[in-house]
């Protein structure tokens, strides 16, 4: 019956959502204030009616409802309870009704707020919310409808993959949709700017709250998947370049362009075609993704519910959206106004160079990831396009943006003055190549480029206090002055700090575990010793373990370091008789930002266990960067400039 | 699903490169073996090299890759002996070929665009915007107040 109800209320949703358009462009047409909220109305009762179908679900995965298909196909009994919550949007189906949750509720956000946005932008905007809600509402009910009944019902679910079973990819999707669907909103208000003709400062302003709130809820979901891989896979890494990993970045780059681009167009004006086009850009890419992850037209490991006549349908809603949405900047975009004039050395040309920079990237992560279908589908020669090709060319891209970003904040708007910026910055940049040499000279082997790679880190970190330093004049003013500056900065300012250090920790976490790590492994019979870093392990006892849902061999191995213990590491090998898989779940000890990660590989004969050992110096750095960056973009947004859009700067910026 | 699954689960069992029982005795060689192991493809797995796949062809081409170093075969010499029996498929790497122009120029064409269009951008003299009314009426009594 419950299931009856979501799947009455999934359909209610959809026909609402069409209500949301019809009423919203008829009452733009007609100026009519009455009816335009009448399809803002709708457009909330579509959410509350996709949340009462999302329910149903996952009431259904709760109590283990074997009747669904989907139920049966992804849950089991003896599965433990987050994982039968998260399994609700762990299948195709599921996450389809997630991503229609989080559509829904953005256009409900949208049609819910009272102030801000003028009345013809806002109902543009809730119309567009709207047919993207209906396309894909469509989609799920007609092509991958979650409440599919069974005749006969099984007795018992076929369970979820058991390496999905990890409270880190519990909370992975909702955080990686949420910011997918986040940009849909973006893509609607860039719609709406166009049919108004519209796309001014105060646009500018609405567009940034999204595209921040997206960004940030982005960035936690890359992230977690990221740190998943890092210690679920066994070995430590995590991030491999994957077309699936691909897919959530480019609209994360997009996203990071964009919030550049909007600060120009709300400051100055200028660059509002380029900022639309961003804006429209942005979910294109969150659709291109869902298309790949799900049509199986690319190989990776992340390929879940593969299907192609699925994929020929995302592909079609893909083509028509993105379509309709670029057709319409090509006819209206030139009527944009063109914005005010800047001097080659200013912020408006170093924020053009970082959208550049960031287009390039994505350029490249884009055809890194389609061109091996291109070439085949053109000469029928296949090839791959692995890291090896993206250390090439997205590295360096990345480089030359990140030995340009400390000085963007420094320089003025409209024409800066070079000079000064550098004087402000020489110290930060010897204090940065100071580090990079002290690396090269003490940190063992010797690497230039991860030396250089380190410097860099410096570099973004030490720029970012520097421009902090200048904001409050340290050194310069009284202290008194300094702490009332420090108080009195806008939160914006401050998640801009906060975003570009997060970037600079990544960066040093990165070069240094990747350049510096080490690796051992060896097979152990009890009591046996392995030496990684400068830690030397024994493997100390082998115990079985009943877990809830599978059985597991558990090693106690001991670390110590010049002879004192310094961890006790607890690996384990799971097998999971459900689905006859084998995992091995990672022990990793913490030293400071440094992770000693142990793996228990599989018995050998003659009472022999394979032990895989890895030192990996400052890996915390590489999760704890973004998630400083996700910080500066909720304080950005906490920013009352940005959350009213009344249009009043609380201190001149 | 379920054979996915267990192809997924053959590949996550993994790095099985540093498995002690096929390393090379001078390492050195290994070094070498690991360092052309992270640009070679494990044909039948999802995207992997066969430094990190367990799957048995990916032990069967690091067999061979070990054999021909040990050979005495240089870097490029085992690449091509690789790329002879696969094709180009095998290499992570894509070769610096005409077939793969674009895929090599393009991150760079898009900086060069980029920058020749913001100095377009700044070299173009810009007409200033009309006045609404409501602006040329508060000039003209700016004006007047100038005047008076």
């Given at each position: 019956m419950i299931a009856e109800t979501g799947a009455f209320a999934l359909?209610?949703?959809?026909?609402?959502?069409?209500?949301?358009?019809?009423?919203?462009?008829?009452?733009?047409?007609?100026?009519?204030?009455?009816?335009?909220?009448?399809?803002?109305?709708?457009g909330l009762a579509a959410f509350a009616?996709?949340?009462?179908?999302?329910?149903?679900?996952?009431?259904?995965?709760?109590?283990?409802?074997?009747?669904?298909?989907?139920?049966?196909?992804?849950?089991?009994?003896?599965?433990?309870?987050?994982?039968?919550?998260?399994?609700?949007?762990?299948?195709?189906?599921?996450?389809?009704?997630?991503?229609?949750?989080?559509?829904?509720?953005?256009?409900?956000?949208?049609?819910?707020?009272?102030?801000?946005?003028?009345?013809?932008?806002?109902?543009?905007?809730?119309?567009?919310?709207g047919a993207l809600g209906t396309v894909f509402l469509a989609y799920t009910v007609f092509a991958s409808n979650p409440f599919q009944r069974l005749v006969q019902i099984p007795i018992e679910g076929r369970s979820l993959n058991p390496l999905l079973q990890d409270?880190?990819?519990?909370?992975?999707?909702?955080?990686l949709y949420a910011g997918y669907v986040g940009m849909s909103v973006v893509f609607s208000l860039a719609v709406a700017a166009l049919v108004e003709g519209r796309a001014d400062a105060a646009w500018a302003r609405w567009v940034r709250p999204w595209t921040l709130m997206a960004w940030s809820l982005l960035t936690v979901g890359i992230?977690?998947?990221?740190?998943?891989?890092?210690?679920?896979?066994?070995?430590?890494?995590?991030?491999?370049?994957?077309?699936?990993?691909?897919?959530?970045?480019?609209?994360?780059?997009?996203?990071?362009?964009?919030?550049?681009?909007?600060?120009v167009t709300e400051k100055r004006g200028a660059l509002a075609g380029w900022t639309v086009f961003l804006a429209l850009g942005a979910f294109t890419f969150s659709m291109l993704g869902a298309f790949l992850v799900r049509s199986g037209v690319l190989t990776s490991v992340h390929a879940f519910a593969v299907d192609p006549t699925r994929g020929v349908l995302l592909l079609m809603i893909l083509g028509v959206t993105a379509g309709a949405g670029f057709a319409l900047f090509a006819w209206r975009a030139p009527a944009l106004s063109p914005g005010g004039v800047f001097a080659p050395v200013s912020r408006e040309s170093a924020l053009v160079l970082n959208n550049i920079l960031l287009a390039a990237a994505t350029v490249t992560v884009l055809l890194g990831t389609l061109y091996p279908l291109i070439r085949e589908a053109a000469t029928g020669e296949a090839i791959s396009v692995g890291p090896?090709?993206?250390?090439?060319?997205?590295?360096?891209?990345?480089?030359?943006?990140?030995?340009?970003?400390?000085?963007?904040?420094?320089?003025?708007?409209?024409?800066?003055?070079?000079?000064?910026?550098?004087?402000?910055?020489?110290?930060?940049?010897?204090?940065?190549?100071?580090?990079?040499?002290?690396?090269?000279?003490?940190?063992?082997?010797?690497?230039?480029?991860?030396s250089a790679g380190l410097a860099m880190g410096a570099w973004l970190i030490i720029g970012a206090l520097v421009e902090l330093a200048e904001r409050t004049r340290a050194f310069r003013g009284s202290g008194a002055e300094t702490w009332r500056r420090l108080t009195g900065l806008p939160r914006g300012a401050w998640g801009m700090t906060f975003a570009h250090l997060g970037l600079g920790v990544f960066v040093l976490g990165a070069c240094f575990e990747t350049s510096w790590k080490a690796e051992a492994a060896e097979t152990l019979a009890l009591g046996q010793t392995l030496n990684v870093g400068a830690y030397e392990l024994t493997l100390d006892r082998i115990q079985g373990v009943d877990g809830p849902n599978y059985d597991a061999e558990r090693a106690t191995i001991i670390a110590r370091k010049d002879g004192a213990v310094?961890?006790?590491?607890?690996?384990?090998?799971?097998?999971?008789?459900?689905?006859?898989?084998?995992?091995?779940?990672?022990?990793?000890?913490?030293?400071g930002a440094s992770h000693l990660y142990v793996v228990l590989g599989e018995r050998r004969p003659g009472e022999v266990w394979l032990v895989r050992a890895y030192w990996n110096p400052w890996a915390l750095l590489i999760f704890l960067g973004p998630a400083i960056m996700a910080l500066g973009g909720l304080i950005s947004l906490s920013d009352r400039r940005l959350r009213l859009a009344v249009g009043r700067r609380a201190l001149p910026a | 699903m379920r054979k996915l699954l267990a192809i997924c689960a053959a590949i996550f069992c993994i790095a099985a490169a540093s498995d002690p029982a096929e390393r090379l005795p001078d390492p050195a060689?290994?070094?070498?073996?690991?360092?052309?192991?992270?640009?070679?493809?494990?044909?039948?797995?999802?995207?992997?090299?066969?430094?990190?796949?367990?799957?048995?062809?990916?032990?069967?081409?690091?067999?061979?890759?070990?054999?021909q170093i040990q050979a005495g075969r240089s870097d490029d010499q085992v690449r091509s002996y690789l790329t002879d029996r696969y094709g180009e498929f095998v290499l992570l790497k894509p070769t610096f070929s005409w077939g793969n122009g674009v895929l090599w120029a393009a991150p760079f064409i898009v900086v060069i665009l980029g920058v020749l269009l913001l100095l377009r951008n700044l070299h173009t003299p810009r007409p200033y915007a009309e006045l609404s009314e409501e602006e040329a009426a508060r000039l003209a009594s700016l004006a007047d107040k100038e005047q008076t």
């Open positions: 359909i209610l949703a959809l026909v609402l959502s069409l209500a949301q358009v019809v009423l919203s462009v008829v009452g733009r047409w007609r100026r009519s204030s009455v009816l335009a909220g009448a399809g803002g109305g709708a009616c996709v949340a009462v179908a999302f329910a149903a679900l996952m009431h259904a995965f709760v109590t283990s409802d074997f009747s669904l298909a989907n139920v049966a196909a992804n849950s089991h009994t003896e599965k433990p309870m987050l994982y039968k919550v998260a399994g609700t949007w762990g299948s195709h189906e599921g996450s389809m009704l997630l991503w229609c949750l989080a559509l829904t509720g953005f256009g409900a956000a949208v049609a819910g707020f009272k102030r801000g946005l003028p009345p013809g932008l806002k109902t543009v905007t809730v119309a567009t919310q409270p880190a990819l519990a909370f992975h999707p909702p955080f992230t977690l998947g990221a740190f998943w891989a890092y210690y679920e896979l066994g070995w430590g890494g995590w991030w491999f370049w994957d077309p699936v990993e691909n897919a959530s970045f480019m609209p994360w780059l997009i996203a990071t362009a964009l919030l550049h681009s909007a600060i090896p090709f993206f250390n090439l060319t997205f590295t360096p891209l990345m480089a030359a943006l990140l030995i340009l970003l400390p000085a963007g904040p420094l320089l003025a708007w409209k024409r800066a003055d070079a000079l000064g910026v550098a004087q402000r910055l020489w110290v930060a940049a010897l204090l940065s190549v100071g580090c990079g040499l002290l690396a090269l000279a003490v940190v063992s082997p010797r690497k230039a480029l991860a310094a961890c006790t590491a607890r690996p384990e090998r799971r097998f999971y008789p459900t689905g006859g898989q084998t995992t091995s779940e990672v022990a990793i000890c913490s030293k | 060689q290994e070094a070498r073996a690991r360092a052309i192991f992270a640009e070679v493809r494990c044909l039948v797995c999802q995207n992997e090299s066969i430094d990190d796949s367990s799957a048995e062809l990916a032990g069967d081409l690091r067999r061979l890759v070990r054999d």
